[in-house]
Structures are given as C-alpha cells and as structure tokens.
C-alpha cells in the first residue's frame, strides 16, 4: 500500500491531469475557475483572501480549520506546481515534463522510517557570494563590513533583514508566544542555513496539527505590525510566507526527528499552457 499522500499546489486549472498522473492530490489556489476536482482553499473557515501574501498557507490553514481529522495515518507531503520532492538530486539533469513522473517522489523510502518529518535540503546563507549581499542591502554592509569577511555573522536574521527588512524579523519574534520566543531567537542568530520552499513532509497529523497551532496565531499577530496596505514589492508582500519559512525549520527541527530530501525545480507551466 502506497505509504504517501501528497498534495500538490497549482495557480492554472490546466494542471490538474498532469498532477493526477502523478498520483498526487491536486490543490488550487487563486480565484481562477477551478472543478470539483481540485481541493481548494476557499470552503469552510478560511483565509483565502489572504492568498497573495500567505502563499500556500492559506491552504494549510484550511487544512487545519477543516480539514486535520480527515489526513488519516501516514506520510503527509506538500509540493507544487514547479517544485518537486525527488529521492536524488537533479540539479543539473536536463529534465522535461515527460521525465519528470519517472524521478518525483511517490513512496518514502524505508531509511526515513526512523524520522518524522522530511525537510528540504539545507539553503546556506554563507555560501551566497559577498557581492550579492552589497546589491542587495549595502546599508546593512556599511553597518558592519565584517559580514563580508566572516561567514560565520551570515545568519538567518542577517539574510532576512537584507530579502525583508531591517528589524523587521525582530519584530515578528517579539510576537511570539513565550515558549518559542527565545529558542527562535537564538535559532535566527546562530544558524547559517535554513530549509527552504515552506515544503515539508509529515509522519503524523498530529505533529501538524499541533504546527498549525502554534504558527497560524503568530502570523495573525504579525498582521498588526505588517498590515497588507504597507506590504509592497515581492520581499514584502509575502513577507507572512518568509517568516513561516524560516520558523518552519525551527520548528520541526525542535519537535520531531528530522532527515532532508532534494527539492528538485520544474515548472511545468513551460509545457502546459492555461487556456
């Protein structure tokens, strides 16, 4: 018996034969006109008006609203329309769309039978090249010129202050309940990497249920100081979708016995145009 329920996340209606070809659960999010057979994020208790600067967790909060009791037992997985778990890298395989169902993910492999969750492969800051951080935030630079030089001050809240904001991640800890608040705080400024994409896997609905709990209030908290009328520009707009990124692998890394799989990136939108 197939061990994995994964749902994948599109935006284009027109995806929906190639992700069931995949033995995937498709989801559609967006205000486009969707059938029956998509599972969407606008029924029931919801935010899905809240799309453009939540991202894919508008999905995960439906999922937690109305949703959670149904997962049943297993693997729980979470991808999308341009980014793939696969069991080995591909990072620079000449890929199309009709190779593409022969290397994603459809089973867990038994060496993750002793993990609970499955995270992405490691993003690490230090390993951006210097310049990139100059066009970036030369005003941060300037503040102190040794982050050129010293990869080791390359942390977490270092790289989100240059994509999101000066002080902004800082803000957003504030926010946070008491038993979080500093663990994530020490985990932002220590650590050089995170995992990315807001993609997980997950062993048990209720580890995720219990994620739900403790992300979804922060956010709604975080709405005060970043109200949707001041967020402009990607870096900002989606600015809920960084934060949840970064806690993301605080969390699970804190709470549940974690291994890392490959993301592999494909957007199938270059091969199946939306009519």
Known sequence: ??????????????????????????????????????????????ISNKNKFYGEYTFHYWIWKNYIEKLGDGWIGFCQYRKFWTAENHENSKLDIKKLPSIVLKEIPKEYDDCEVILGKPFFINQIKPMKFIKKGSKIILKNPQILFKKKLRNIKFHFDLMHGEGNLNKAIDLLDNKNKEDFKNYV??????????????????????????????????????????????????????????????????????????ITFYDIRNDIKDI
């Open 1 to 46: 018996m197939k061990n994995l329920k994964m749902y994948c996340i599109s935006l284009e209606p027109s995806h929906l034969n190639f992700v069931k070809s995949l033995d995937y659960i498709p989801v559609g999010l967006s205000q486009k006109d969707f059938s029956e057979d998509w599972m969407r994020d606008n029924t029931g208790e919801n």
């Open 189 to 262: 400024n220590e650590m050089q990497y995170f995992h990315p994409q807001n993609m997980f896997i997950c062993k048990s609905k209720n580890l995720l249920e219990k994620y739900y709990e403790t992300i979804f209030p922060w956010l709604e908290r975080c709405e005060k100081i970043f109200p949707a009328e001041k967020l402009k520009g990607y870096d900002f707009t989606r600015i809920y979708g960084f934060l949840a990124e970064r806690f993301l692998s605080y969390w699970f890394q804190k709470n549940a016995n974690c291994k890392t799989m490959d």
